[in-house]
């Protein structure tokens, strides 16, 4: 057997080699040691209960496989329950969990599991959790009336159970319809030894407290009532009590009432004291054998809880009214059939309370009509049973259980197969027994074991439970499938264990042998007339519902439809149901018989695996393919794989398909393409397709979310640009706005200032204050023309000399009166320089040189002021004797003049003829007419004068010169003054350089080697007559005194 890694034995049986019963057998029992109690057969699960609590389960593992595709982790029926739900939510297809087993496989338990999954990962929120915890809380509730221990199982359920969950569109629930199925209502008042009535019996005794037993009237004993067992009145890890308040609290949240919580239990406590209704013989006047309530006091208390007369109640339990159309006939009825009076209503009252339970829970969880809705639909359904002793409640659920193969078979072997022939797929035949031929024997129309019960007991004349088994007999001698004492008889055949009021059918699970006894009764299913009538008399509400053909206003004589047809259209319906949801099964398999953990029990468990046809199931799935779809669904939901089908493909469904599975490089032996469908062979590949398209939905989504953000965000950009831009425009126009309103109103000021400020200076003079301004003007103005021409007559003569002038007549005047007088006077100068000769010029320039050079240096200089400079004063013009003198010098003679010469050696004073011209002094004797000394004006360094009146002056030779050897000159000019102008002058028209003139009294001369220090002294005497002595002091000094 290859192992797979991690995994005991094949997790998928599908994977199991050789494929053999025992080596499949072999491989649940290491699973199952191995407390790996699921296993697969492709996506079916195959269950073997562990009869223990496994840690597998809780939110922790809900998680895990919610995250996780059908074959990432161990087999679980979380796993196929979470396909389920997301085939149901992502392909909106109806979905139908079928769970299959014997009694005490497990099948309650999965159902729990699978809803729980679905209860945790579907929607949230405050409605869906109120809704999920209503239909969770509907299981208590249910177990608790429908639910009984048996041999096999010490929670059996005894109804059947189809329960449509409803989700939104979401995938959130809305609520859901509650279907049951033939509850074993014989429990009630009896049960096989080992086994209890309904549990809620039990609770109520165990778990109410004692006012509310007083109010029912019970005692918590057990014992005291002859409906419960009393061999086994309690069940290890059942704890009866704290079920019962478990009960309480989810009839609660499912939405009872108080009241009818209340009635419930009252009900359920008439049940109970029903059974204690003692019965005994009671013989009429006429001796025909009759009975009476032997002890009144619980028919009373019935009363008293249902607000019933106990005449009514014992009248209805011991007598019978027959009812024709002309008369009424009132017989009464013996023990025995008194007693069986008292067990149909018994058994009734608490089947028409089950049935109203389930009608209240649907009230509470139904859904508006309005709604879209999508199904999830799980399936509990009592196991097939083989009792030693089986009836007519085997018979049907047997009955059902053939129909659920049935299901199977066509939905994964028959219509398989079928579907490849159809598809053109090439298939090699799968054998697989074929249960409609069973199916047919029980439900035909006409000639079906079911028919004929119905025919029976609806047939006058004498008909009984023989009747019906003898027609049958007649009518099935050939059928393979049905055995009897007669047939077998017929074939000669020996069974002992084949009972003369038995017949066998060979079912798809093994073979079943029903007594027919009570199948007539059953069927018919009736309760007098009487019993419903006294119940709908009774005060309590419920009580009365349950029993509303009891009201004779709605009493018919029509025959209400036997138990078997009633069962019969409600499995079809049930049929018609599964047939349109997609099925996904969950095989429970009981690994022994006696609820021990850990045993496996391979002769039990080969039976099961036989009739469950798990090989089959392998085998078909090996050879087929796990996953179909129409082209064109599959296209739709995988077309966004391949870049040529997405966005848009124009093409055919399926080249569609072909292209997508093309480009996934898929191996050829995976897929398969039928006519209309295409076929996936191995799960892997149907979630790698899943996978890729979770992959490219990402992709896809955060593409959208790239561009719609991105579109976001431009928008929202643009958004903020424009209303940037109307801010800022308006912001700027607002500015602008009032920049311009403020210039505007400083323009306007300005303008009004200057326009006030123009109109004022033209208004100006018309101002009274302005007026004083103007008249001062004017008068200002005609005070200063008189003053000038009054001026003008009186201007004083031209004449240079003259400095008068007139004094201004204001004081104001006075500035430019002495400005007047220094331009008149400028003018007069003027004037008179213009009409001077050259001559006149040239003097009078020799006259300024002489200012410059004596002015308030010289006393005699202002004496030599108005005597014009005559140059000559020895008449040299006529006298050729003197001129000769001048010798070959060019030019005019400057000055010739007498001038007495000091001796510088004696003091003594001599007269020579002084000739000055252009380059040299010459001087003469006054005798001689040969020049005496000629010195070159270059040859003089400077002139030394005396300040006081005398002519005394001293020509000093530069020592360098070639006439130095001569000495300085000690002169005395009469015309000192203009000599040394005319001297000067010639200087500096000859050589460029000023000549010195030093005015002082005390100067040095040289004379030959030695220096003489000439003194000045004026003399004391003042006048004309005075003269110039000079006396030698020493031999370096001489004093000179002047006149
Ligand atoms: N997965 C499980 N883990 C633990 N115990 C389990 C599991 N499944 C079933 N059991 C045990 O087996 C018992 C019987 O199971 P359950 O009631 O589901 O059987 P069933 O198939 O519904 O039988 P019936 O047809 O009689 O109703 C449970 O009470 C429980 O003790
Ligand atoms: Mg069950």
Request: aromatic share 10%.
């Amino acid at each position: 057997m290859p192992f797979m890694e991690g995994s005991v034995g094949v997790e998928d049986l599908v994977l199991l080699e050789p494929l053999e019963e025992a080596s499949l057998l072999k491989n649940l029992r290491l699973r199952y040691e191995n407390k790996e109690i699921y296993t697969y057969i492709g996506n079916v699960v195959v269950s073997v209960n562990p009869y223990q609590q496994l840690p597998i389960y809780g939110p922790e593992f809900i998680a895990k496989y919610r995250d996780y595709t059908f074959y990432e982790l161990k087999p679980h029926i979380y796993a196929l329950a979470n396909v389920a739900y997301q085939s149901l939510r992502d392909r909106d297809r109806d979905q139908c969990i079928l769970i299959t087993g014997e009694s005490g496989a497990g099948k309650t338990e999965a159902s729990k599991l699978v809803m729980s999954y679905v209860a945790a990962v579907c929607g949230k929120g405050e409605q869906v959790n109120s809704v999920k915890e209503q239909l969770l809380q509907s299981n208590p509730v249910l177990e608790a009336f429908g639910n009984a221990k048996t041999i096999r199982n010490n929670n059996s359920s005894r109804f059947g159970k189809y329960m449509d969950i409803e989700f939104d569109f979401k995938g959130s629930p809305l609520g859901g319809v509650i279907t049951n199925y033939l509850l074993e209502k014989s429990r009630v008042v009896k049960q096989l030894k080992g086994e209890r009535n309904f549990h809620i019996f039990y609770q109520l005794l165990a778990g109410a407290d004692a006012e509310l037993l007083k109010t029912l009237k019970l005692e918590r004993d057990t014992s005291g009532y002859s409906y419960l067992n009393q061999a086994v009145s309690s069940v290890d890890g059942i704890d009866d009590a704290s079920n019962f308040r478990a009960v309480q609290n989810a009839m609660t949240v499912i939405g009872f009432s108080k009241e009818e919580i209340q009635q419930v239990l009252e009900v359920t406590a008439l049940v109970l004291k029903l059974g204690n209704v003692e019965l005994t013989d009671e013989f009429q006047s006429n001796g025909i054998p009759g009975s009476v309530i032997h002890d009144g006091r619980g028919v009373q208390e019935i009363g008293k809880i249902v607000g019933l007369k106990s005449e009514v109640l014992e009248r209805a339990l011991c007598s019978r009214t027959m009812e024709t159309a002309k008369e009424k006939v009132v017989t009464v009825l013996n023990v025995t059939q008194a007693q069986y009076a008292r067990d149909a209503l018994a058994k009734n009252i608490y089947s028409r309370l089950f049935d109203w339970l389930i009608n209240r829970i649907n009230e509470s969880i139904k859904v508006g009509t309005g709604e879209k809705k999508k199904v999830m639909g799980v399936l509990d359904i009592y196991g097939f049973e083989i009792l030693e002793d089986n009836s007519f409640e085997q018979f049907v659920i047997n009955y059902c259980n053939e129909k659920l193969q049935q299901v199977f078979i066509e939905l994964t072997l028959k219509e398989e197969q079928e579907e490849y022939k159809r598809e053109g797929i090439p298939w090699t035949k799968v054998d697989y027994f074929d249960n409609g031929i069973i199916c047919n024997l029980i439900e035909h129309n006409q000639r079906g074991i079911l028919a004929m019960l119905d025919e029976e007991c609806l047939r006058p004349g004498v008909v009984s439970d023989s009747t019906f088994l003898a027609k049958l007999n007649q009518l099935f001698s050939k059928h393979s499938h049905y055995e009897s004492k007669v047939t077998q008889n017929a074939q000669h055949q020996y069974d002992r264990s084949m009972g003369l009021s038995c017949f066998r059918i060979c079912h798809y699970a093994g073979k079943v042998m029903y007594n027919v006894t009570g199948f007539m009764d059953k069927n018919n299913d009736l309760l007098f007339r009487d019993l419903s009538q006294a119940m709908w008399k009774a005060q309590h509400p419920l009580l009365r519902s349950l029993f509303s053909e009891g009201d004779p206003k709605q009493a018919s004589l029509k025959r209400p439809p036997t138990a078997g047809a009633q069962f019969k259209s409600s499995v079809a319906i049930l049929m018609k149901s599964l047939y349109a949801k997609n099925p996904n099964y969950i095989r429970c398999i009981k690994p022994n018989e006696y609820q021990h953990r850990g045993q496996f029990s391979s002769e039990l468990v080969v039976v099961q695996v036989r009739y469950l046809g798990l090989l089959e199931n392998v085998r078909v799935r090996r050879a087929g393919y796990a996953h179909r779809q129409v082209y064109k669904s599959f296209l739709e939901r995988y077309r966004l794989l391949s870049r040529s089908t997405w966005p848009h493909w124009n093409g055919g469904d399926r080249e569609g398909v072909e292209k997508v599975l093309g480009e996934l490089s898929l191996s050829s032996e995976e897929l398969a393409f039928g006519k209309t469908k295409i076929f996936i062979r191995s799960p892997k590949t149907l979630f790698y397709l899943e996978e890729q398209r979770r992959l490219r939905l990402q992709q896809l989504a955060t593409l959208i979310q790239k561009i719609y953000r991105g579109w976001r965000c431009r928008t929202h950009y643009q958004q903020m640009r424009k209303s940037q831009i109307l801010i800022s425009a308006w912001f700027r126009g607002n500015r602008q706005k009032n920049h311009y309103r403020k210039m505007k109103a400083s323009a306007l000021l300005i303008q009004a200032f200057v326009r006030g400020w123009k109109a004022r200076k033209n208004y100006r003079k018309y101002f009274r204050s302005g007026a004083a301004l103007i008249m001062g003007n004017f008068i200002y103005k005609s005070i200063a023309q008189k003053f000038l021409l009054g001026l003008k007559s009186n201007l004083p003569s031209d004449k240079v000399l003259d400095r008068r002038w007139p004094a201004a007549p204001y004081r104001y005047f006075n500035k430019a009166n002495q400005e007047l007088q220094q331009l008149y006077h400028q003018w007069k100068c003027k004037k008179f320089r213009d009409q001077l000769s050259p001559k006149q010029v040239q003097m009078l320039r020799e006259k300024l040189c002489a200012s410059e050079l004596f002015k308030d240096k010289k006393a005699s200089y202002p004496q030599s002021v108005p005597i014009p400079f005559r140059g000559d004063y020895i008449g040299l013009q006529g006298n050729p004797k003197l001129q000769k003198l001048k010798g070959r010098e060019e030019g005019p003679i400057l000055m010739a003049e007498t001038v007495k010469k000091v001796n510088r050696g004696n003091g003594k004073i001599s007269t020579r003829i002084l000739l000055l011209t252009k380059g040299h002094v010459i001087l003469t004797d006054t005798k001689k007419s040969q020049a005496k000394i000629i010195i070159g004006l270059d040859s003089v360094a400077g002139v030394s004068v005396t300040s006081l009146q005398d002519g005394l002056f001293s020509l000093h030779l530069s020592e360098t010169s070639s006439d130095s050897s001569k000495g300085d000159i000690l002169l005395v000019s009469d015309h000192v003054v203009e000599l040394l102008t005319k001297m000067y002058q010639a200087v500096l028209d000859a050589t460029q350089r000023q000549l010195s003139v030093t005015v002082t009294e005390n100067f040095s001369v040289r004379f030959k080697e030695s220096k003489v220090a000439v003194k000045v002294v004026q003399g004391p005497g003042s006048g004309g007559n005075s003269k110039l002595i000079c006396k030698k002091k020493g031999s370096h000094c001489l004093e000179v005194t002047v006149p």
